[in-house]
């Protein structure tokens, strides 16, 4: 692999500060370069203060925000800085649009959501139940981990449906559905789509205009940056749907969609971290994480005690969910972690995955980013040989 991982892993400070650590935690959040702390100390070193003030640190938190709209506006695709929206988390803004989406819906109208989503695409949604929507679940394929089309197709009702909630990429299973495709389905039956790209954004380039999706959400600490939630929305919705906020805040958008004063370090942090990955080219981040995934996935097939969901080496992204024979994904997760390899256990808000596969008690799962190396898989994989033996 053609991949300058020596440089790479050079710039993450954690690496080093954590020598016997191997962080394959990361669809949880990522660790962060030299250059996102240093943009978010910095900040507080020079520029702390509220925005529209006539003064030079306000004017340079101005700034700072524009900064930020700008940078995720070109990650995910938009020429229009004022279609990104920042906000507390992911699912904090999805809750936010799902209420004003919800004033604009008649009894009877018709939402659908997947079975692979994490949560924060789900019960947002869901909530309208309340004011008389009704909610379709679209199913996945157990043995494969995709998402099936046909249902999707067939839940799909001209006139009724006004929304399709979808995952860009399984937080579980790593999944990427046939988007495009489920997009196209969606506006043909004349609905809305909101797509849950948090585990999408880190590995895969991201057009949201080529996509033509109404709404993408993602976080930016699973991308290499801090702790903050980012909100893409076409402007005629953003413009047509009715925010929540106090009375003194802008009329105008984005800021009238952006609930109290923002987290101006983390934006500050938001801007390092999208510049860091154009800077490494996510072209090259994508196939370096798709020969260290595959390296994963066959290792991981190999043994016997081991099962894996989940597609096959095409379809995803490499986050990889297991269980071992006669071990608790809990278990097998503390066997790990005393050994330094950070992982998850459990169902990881991804509910309906979890219940689909009939495994209460949910899997352990594994994620890789492109600071990660072939050694620390074999580690891994070494340490699962040993347990799945006993």
């Not at 370069?33 to 004017?59: E, H, K, L, M, R």
């Not at 033509?212 to 909100?231: E, M, Q, R, W």
């Not at 101006?264 to 798709?290: F, K, N, P």
């Not at 490499?318 to 006669?326: L, N, R």
């Amino acid at each position: 692999m053609s991949f300058p991982i020596d440089t790479i892993r050079a710039q993450f400070p954690a690496l080093a500060n954590n020598p016997d650590l191997i962080f394959f935690d990361n669809p949880g959040g990522t660790q962060v370069p030299q250059s996102v702390i240093d943009a978010v100390s910095g900040y507080w070193a020079t520029s702390c203060a509220n925005v529209g003030g006539a003064f030079a640190t306000s004017q340079r938190t101005d700034a700072t925000v524009a900064a930020a709209r700008a940078a995720m506006a070109r990650l995910l695709g938009t020429p229009d800085p004022y279609e990104i929206v920042f906000g507390q988390s992911m699912t904090a803004l999805t809750f936010h649009l799902a209420r004003s989406f919800g004033e604009t819906l008649s009894p009877g109208d018709e939402i659908i959501v997947t079975d692979l989503d994490h949560d924060a695409n789900v019960a947002p949604w869901r909530e309208l139940e309340a004011v008389g929507a009704v909610i379709r679940r679209v199913p996945f394929d157990p043995a494969t981990g995709l998402l099936d089309m046909t249902a999707l197709e067939a839940a799909l009702t001209p006139g009724k449906t006004r929304l399709l909630a979808i995952t860009a990429a399984s937080n579980a299973l790593g999944t990427i559905p046939d988007l495009a495709h489920a997009i196209g389905l969606a506006h043909a039956a004349g609905a809305l789509v909101s797509v849950d790209a948090v585990q999408f954004v880190p590995h895969c380039p991201t057009d949201v205009r080529a996509l033509n999706c109404d709404f993408l959400a993602c976080s930016a600490y699973k991308f290499f940056g801090p702790h903050i939630g980012v909100l893409y929305g076409k402007r005629e919705h953003l413009e047509r749907l009715k925010p929540h906020k106090v009375r003194p805040a802008k009329t105008s958008i984005p800021h009238c969609w952006e609930q109290g004063t923002l987290n101006h370090e983390c934006l500050a942090g938001v801007t390092a971290a999208v510049e860091y990955i154009e800077s490494v080219g996510m072209d090259a981040m994508q196939r370096y994480e798709a020969e260290l995934g595959t390296r994963l996935l066959e290792g991981l097939h190999r043994l016997p005690g081991v099962t894996v969901y989940g597609p096959g080496k095409s379809d995803r992204v490499p986050t990889v969910a297991f269980t071992v024979a006669g071990h608790t994904p809990r278990a097998v997760a503390e066997v790990l972690g005393a050994a330094g390899i950070c992982t998850w256990s459990g169902n990881y808000y991804a509910v309906g995955v979890m219940e689909t596969l009939s495994l209460p008690e949910g899997a352990v799962r594994v994620g890789l980013a492109h600071y990660n190396t072939v050694p620390e898989v074999e580690r891994l994989l070494s340490i699962l040989a040993t347990l799945e033996s006993k």
